[in-house]
């Protein structure tokens, strides 16, 4: 039960899905990024949403 509250948590979906997803995207858009790898650039922004949807309990910015 642990193992399942851990792959659903919020933490994990921006770490697992929402890096990729941004490291791809910038790859794609050819964004230009001064020297910084896309893949760490994806690990801050998927990193800190995850964090601040984990500490909030809420993916929405509103309640």
């Given amino acids: 039960m642990k193992l399942l509250n851990v ?3 919020p933490m994990f979906f921006g770490l697992a899905f929402l890096t990729p997803l941004v490291a791809q995207t910038l790859i794609a858009l ?3 990024n001064a ?3 896309p893949l760490w650039v ?3 922004v ?3 949403l995850g964090l ?3 500490l909030r ?3 929405f910015w509103l309640r």
Avoid: E
């Fill in 7 to 9: 792959l659903f948590s």
């Fill in 30 to 32: 050819d964004w230009p």
């Fill in 35 to 37: 020297g910084v790898d």
């Fill in 42 to 44: 994806g690990l801050m």
């Fill in 46 to 48: 998927g990193g800190g």
């Fill in 52 to 54: 601040m949807a984990q």
């Fill in 57 to 59: 309990g809420s993916w």
